[in-house]
């Protein structure tokens, strides 16, 4: 922790921020500088100073959520991967059973085939008249 004086009262600042940056806020706040106004040039290089630490808080925030936004993007192919191996699975079983439902769909038809065939042949031999 560093202390910083302003007049009587006494505050903490916690360094975060790279040594220069902090050492000319400290000088701006000092007493020989409070006593005095800012000068354009103080408010020039104090806004270059917290550009530049906001440009590094940014940078930082910016890399956090690219890495962020990598991994999600690589959940997400991974769990396409499980749901597309699942939709091959069903795809796989609805053909076999469209195979399946194609030779049930045949037997049915000839044995219908056959059944009308024997039944004309009955009403053949029995000398009956067909209804239609």
């Known amino acids: 922790m560093h202390y910083a004086k302003r007049g009587r009262a006494s505050f903490r600042v916690r360094i975060s921020a790279p040594l220069p940056s902090i050492c000319y806020i400290y000088k701006l706040f000092s007493k020989e500088y ?21 440009e590094a808080e940014v940078g930082t925030m910016r890399d956090e959520l690219t890495s962020q936004i990598i991994l999600t993007k690589m959940e997400l192919r991974s769990d396409f991967r499980g749901v597309e191996n699942r939709l091959k699975n069903v795809e796989i079983k609805l053909g076999r059973l469209e195979k399946t439902v194609s030779v049930a769909i045949i037997m049915f038809n000839e044995d219908d085939t056959k059944l009308v065939k024997r ?12 209804k239609n």
Do not use: A, Q
């Open 119 to 130: 039944i004309k042949d009955i009403e053949s031999h029995l000398d009956i008249v067909p």
């Open 34 to 54: 409070s006593r005095n106004m800012l000068t354009k040039e103080d408010i020039k290089e104090l806004r270059n100073v917290f550009r530049e630490e906001i």
